[in-house]
């Protein structure tokens, strides 16, 4: 989101920007994952909109129908499993999924997908790229902008900006195992999602409860990330084994289907953030860092990342054509 919405900003005042993503499409956390006949948002569960700019943009996007507000039943369960209903504070998910609000953030850019950036080097003033897949790339850049995870970041900046390198040393990320759960015969918690306090889970959500969704069947639950840093290096199955038999202790039963994924950087440690503005900048080398780990960690803090980051990069290329 915060990539994305950079290089929005950047076309709409007439700069030529190209967007290199790994994966086979953008998303990031706000992908859908779609397999073993599981079709859910695993990874960003809904978002807000509390900044005027980004209420605007949400506001299209549900003109649009690609998004929609979730007024499901929310609850949150203290630490001795006691449920206290969660007041509704304008909560939005993707239609019909969450990277559905993608189709219209991405229309007139230039992406370039399956595109693993490995380098960064300076040529004659210029930023030159290397990729994993096809080499150095052909263009020559007059400014790079990095939406990546810190960790990413650093490695791709040690020897590129230093600077940099050190920004994004400072921050940090903490994992969170995803469990995607799917039963033939619906269930009847009392509740569409829960926010818990207490246990190895911090969320769940009937995902196909959400605006736009059909099969009421389908649960994503994520792990707390604490317990996602206990169990780093533990198997799919036992993740699955365990996270389960959490949710069973909340009037659950076994699902018909499953899938875990580890989002190994899920959450932002905001205090170690590298910047109040929510982004970093460099106008001498031309090079800056956007994401929801410079901002708040929420969906809406990529975009104003995003978005800020763009106005800036406009701001020092038009000042080095004048």
Same mark, same amino acid.
């Given at each position: ?255 018909? &289907? =499953?899938?875990? *994924?580890? +989002? /190994? $950087?899920? %959450?932002?440690?905001?205090?170690? @953030?590298? &910047? =109040?503005?929510? *982004?970093? +900048? /460099? $106008?001498? %080398?031309?090079?800056?860092?956007? @994401? ?31």
């Amino acid at each position: 989101m915060a990539g994305v919405t950079c290089a929005q900003r950047l076309t709409d005042a007439g700069h030529e920007v190209v967007i290199l993503e790994r994966n086979a499409d953008v998303g990031g956390r706000m992908r859908t994952w779609h397999a073993g006949g599981l079709h859910c948002d695993h990874g960003a569960a809904f978002f807000t909109a509390r900044d005027a700019n980004f209420a605007n943009v949400v506001k299209g996007w549900c003109e649009a129908g690609f998004a929609a507000p979730w007024r499901g039943r929310f609850v949150a369960f203290d630490a001795a499993g006691v449920a206290q209903q969660v007041a509704d504070i304008g909560r939005f998910v993707g239609t019909p999924y969450m990277d559905a609000v993608f189709s219209t953030t991405v229309t007139g850019l230039r992406v370039e997908t399956g595109r693993t950036v490995c380098a960064l080097a300076k040529v004659d003033g210029k930023w030159q790229l290397t990729t994993r897949e096809n080499g150095r790339y052909p263009d020559l850049f007059d400014a790079v902008v990095l939406a990546v995870p810190p960790g990413e970041a650093r490695e791709l900046l040690h020897a590129a900006s230093p600077a940099l390198s050190v920004v994004a040393d400072r921050a940090r990320m903490r994992p969170c195992w995803a469990l995607m759960l799917r039963y033939r015969t619906p269930l009847e918690l009392g509740f569409e999602a829960a926010f818990v306090n207490g246990g190895p889970l911090r969320w769940m959500a009937n995902d196909g409860a959400k605006p736009g969704r059909r099969d009421e069947g389908t649960w994503v639950l994520h792990a707390s990330a604490e317990w996602s840093v206990r169990h780093l290096d533990s198997s799919p199955e036992a993740v699955t084994e365990a996270l389960v038999r959490a949710f069973i202790a909340f009037g659950a039963g076994f699902p018909d &289907a =499953s899938a875990a *994924y580890l +989002w /190994r $950087d899920a %959450e932002a440690v905001i205090e170690s @953030g590298p &910047a =109040s503005r929510g *982004y970093v +900048w /460099r $106008d001498l %080398e031309r090079i800056g860092l956007c @994401g929801d780990w410079c901002s708040s960690g929420r969906v809406e803090g990529a975009w104003l990342s995003g978005w800020s980051l763009g106005l800036a990069v406009r701001s020092c290329l038009a000042r080095g054509a004048a």
